[in-house]
């Protein structure tokens, strides 16, 4: 994303309630975007909403299964951040 989307998507989500933004202490020039209770309440409630997804979707894998198929994942995910300019990150387990 550039970072006139990423304004407006900051934007937007100010307008919902959903982050709130300041300036950063020491440096005017910065700008920190931080999620507001009700922003905190919308990523638990889709975290529980993905996790409830992601075990109907793997109910029909063995155990090993499921340890290959992250096995999988993770390694195409880790080919694709060596050619991106902005890797993403694994979620904190």
Do not use: W
């Not at 440096?27 to 919308?42: E, F, I, P, Q, Y």
Request: charged content about 30%; cysteine-free; aromatic content about 0%.
């Amino acid at each position: 994303m550039d970072r006139a989307t990423v304004g407006q998507v900051i934007r937007r989500l100010e307008n919902r309630g959903l982050v709130e933004r300041s300036t950063a202490p020491g440096d005017a020039r910065r700008k920190v975007v931080v999620l507001t209770a009700d922003g905190r309440k919308l990523v638990k409630d889709a975290n529980k909403a993905a996790l409830h997804v992601s075990d109907r979707m793997l109910e029909p894998l063995a155990p090993l299964e499921r340890q290959q198929l992250t096995a999988l994942l993770s390694k195409m995910v880790a080919a694709l951040n060596a050619q991106a300019p902005t890797p993403i990150e694994p979620p904190e387990a």
